[in-house]
């Protein structure tokens, strides 16, 4: 007959003061788990189970070897941890974020009114208390609503988009404003999995891997690209997906890997940055209960060797999992209802009542106890059981647990954290590339996270061809139908409208630029996850998307041109055509560039997609061929102005119509018809710019009736 570990074990049948011994002494095994990791477990019998139970892992000879690697180079050790006091967390109510109606949108009365009074304030995390060391697994536990992710984004210094934010919080001896230096190496894996989807799993991992390769390598590899591919192998292998490497990594609208398969890869991601404190929201959703156990020993593994700090919320923790952690916490409503050994918190929730069966998932207990609907209660307890998470709160406050818990609170303050703090600054600094500021959270250089960037588009490209031709395909229909539509136009003055209207439209590409603002906010996310992952500035992204632009660009314009500009029959020399291309290639890239700003600058897709359907419309409007520039109302004549597309119309005309001759015809010469054939008697009318009583205007006379200088 097998037996529960200790930390299963029920005590519906054990006096409490064998309980309340047993809980001192797990907690008095605590009390020094900072200077000695062995120390968490309460004999040596159960610790060296633990130690089996890792040596099970496939991979952990390997993660033995970089550490004995890291030992041999002498490299300083990023041993942080993370301490909080009295945190609390308040957000805008969302009752108070929304409007009731439409209605309501326009109620300028009550808009003062709302103005002039404070935002009502809802409390996310109330009081929380508690300390994670350097090589400790804290597991957070709370239905849904609890304010789990809350506490982990505290946790990865993530305090944008709260109202208030109080209490004393450190990682080593660090801030919150000093940490913001050192996020890279503060992260935290949320529960959304988000990729560029056209790119393979390998591709994904080898950009990541690529920008965490250290200026100075360890003294077994010689090449960058040695360290980086080994990194990147490892990591595939340590949550066994190196067979996904060719397989897209997939959306809801792309085909790929599976949703499991994706939720791994977000884990590797995260892995890659290589933190020294790193947050799990609800990693194992999504994955199997053998592949969970999988991914939770690893992660058990690399605490251990590399001494991180690792906190984790789990919905769904199985005992083999639930075994691992160190710490659990206890989330309800916001307060904290118990921090402390996993190894005492079934029995500090049994002592108070509440029915925990044998073999049971002690996680799921645990969370229960949360929900009135769920929890059980012992026998005799009917009328004793804290209802509320207040009384579980004045429970645990009144334990000895809390007490050694918050013996731990000033950890932050010992030479110990000084002296791995200071550490910790020296190995980041060391594996920085020296073109870097010193204040610089990256770890590559600028030229090479630009390079790495512009490789990653060309795979999104690449991975994603279909939407490529398409693109080129219509646009060449487009030139065909353009070019038929303004077939061979003559060069007199019955012509002067139609290559007008056929130079308008070759301002078509610029159009096209408006798909931007939907890529851009469909990459917004995962640049701000590259950003806090302090994998690439923002700026090499910016860069990267122009230099990958540019081929696709003057390909997509030069078949464009070619077709578009003979079909009309435009002016045959060589110098005219290739400023023309270079004025149509020219007009799509700064288009492309101002769609792309409409999708930063503004902070939902709704807004930005009116503002830009309203920007192509006036900018068409007033590029000086629907309106011509002499007819503008002075009250908008300043959006010509400010119009790229009527600087590259006015250009593209003067192209073609300066040091020409344009003799006038048909309707354009009076008095016409038959018997009118002398010149001397006839003269141009209805043609813009034409002189009184002459049969012909030059090019230059007619762009200056259009106001455009020359």
Not at 126 to 148: F, I, K, N, Q, T
Not at 376 to 387: A, C, L
Not at 400 to 424: G, L, N
């Amino acid at each position: 007959m097998t037996t529960e570990p200790d930390g299963y074990a029920s005590i519906v049948h054990e006096p409490h003061s064998s309980l309340i011994s047993r809980i001192l002494s797990h907690s008095s095994a605590l009390s020094g788990r900072h200077s000695h990791k062995s120390e968490r477990y309460s004999d040596g019998e159960e610790e060296e189970e633990h130690v089996a139970f890792l040596n099970d892992w496939k991979l952990m000879p390997e993660v033995r070897a970089m550490q004995e690697q890291s030992e041999k180079d002498a490299a300083k050790g990023r041993k942080l941890g993370v301490t909080w006091q009295n945190l609390t967390v308040r957000g805008v109510r969302a009752d108070a974020a929304v409007k009731e109606n439409s209605g309501s949108q326009f109620n300028f009365i009550r808009g003062v009114q709302e103005a002039r009074r404070e935002t009502p304030l809802r409390t996310i995390i109330d009081d929380s208390h508690g300390c994670v060391m350097p090589g400790e697994m804290l597991l957070v536990l709370g239905r849904p609503g609890a304010g789990c992710t809350t506490l982990l984004k505290m946790l990865a210094n993530r305090r944008d988009g709260y109202a208030e934010v109080s209490g004393n919080m450190a990682w080593g001896t660090l801030d919150h404003k000093e940490a913001q230096q050192y996020r890279g190496q503060i992260v935290m894996n949320t529960e959304e999995e988000l990729f560029f989807p056209t790119l393979t799993v390998g591709q994904t991992i080898d950009f990541a891997t690529r920008m965490k390769v250290p200026y100075h390598l360890p003294s077994n590899h010689e090449k960058p690209v040695h360290y980086q591919q080994e990194n990147r192998d490892f990591l595939l292998k340590s949550m066994g997906i190196s067979h996904t490497q060719d397989t897209k990594v997939s959306n809801e609208f792309v085909r790929g890997v599976s949703g499991g398969e994706r939720k791994r890869v977000s884990i590797i991601e995260t892995l890659a940055t290589r933190g020294s404190v790193c947050c799990w929201d609800n990693s194992t959703r999504g994955l199997d209960a053998s592949t969970a156990l999988e991914y939770t020993k690893a992660l058990r593994a690399m605490t251990d060797v590399f001494g991180l700090a690792s906190i984790v919320t789990l919905c769904q923790a199985g005992n083999g999992i639930y075994n691992l952690f160190d710490m659990v916490l206890v989330l309800d409503e916001g307060h904290e209802i118990y921090f402390g050994p996993m190894k005492t918190a079934r029995p500090f929730m049994e002592k108070l009542g509440f029915l925990c069966d044998d073999g049971a998932n002690v996680a799921d207990f645990l969370t229960g106890v949360t929900v009135p609907l769920e929890r059980r209660i012992r026998p005799g307890f009917e009328d004793k059981i804290p209802r509320t998470a207040e009384d579980i709160l004045t429970a645990y406050e009144k334990t000895p647990i809390k007490t050694t818990m918050a013996a731990q609170y000033d950890y932050p303050s010992t030479e110990e954290a000084k002296s791995r703090t200071e550490d910790f600054r020296l190995s980041v600094h060391h594996e920085k590339h020296k073109s870097l500021p010193s204040s610089s959270p990256l770890t590559t250089s600028f030229a090479t996270q630009i390079k790495a960037c512009i490789v990653r588009q060309y795979q999104i490209l690449w991975g994603d061809k279909a939407t490529f031709i398409i693109k080129q395909v219509s646009t060449l229909v487009q030139a065909l139908i353009a070019g038929s539509l303004f077939y061979a136009a003559p060069d007199n003055s019955a012509g002067l409208f139609i290559k007008s209207g056929a130079l308008f439209f070759s301002l078509y590409l610029s159009l096209l630029a408006m798909a931007e603002v939907t890529d851009s906010f469909s990459g917004r996310p995962i640049l701000a996850k590259h950003k806090m992952f302090a994998l690439y500035h923002p700026a090499a992204f910016c860069i990267a998307q122009i230099a990958a632009d540019l081929p696709v660009v003057l390909f997509q314009v030069s078949h464009f041109s070619l077709v578009l500009y003979f079909m009309v029959g435009l002016r045959t020399d060589a110098g005219s055509f290739f400023t023309y291309w270079a004025i149509i290639f020219s007009a799509t890239m700064v288009m492309t560039a101002l769609f792309r700003a409409v999708g930063a600058a503004f902070p939902n897709f709704d807004a930005a997609s009116k503002v830009s359907g309203f920007l192509i419309a006036a900018l068409l409007m007033y590029v000086g061929y629907m309106i011509k520039k002499p007819e503008m109302h002075p009250c908008f004549v300043w959006i010509y102005w400010i119009d790229p597309l009527a600087y590259g119309f006015e250009a593209i005309l003067s192209n073609e119509f300066v040091n020409t001759i344009i003799p006038c015809v048909g309707e354009n010469l009076v008095p016409n018809g038959p018997g009118y054939t002398d010149s001397l008697s006839q003269a141009c009318t209805g043609v813009p710019g034409a002189p009184r009583g002459a049969t012909f205007l030059t090019g230059e006379q007619y762009l200056e009736s259009l106001s455009y200088s020359l």
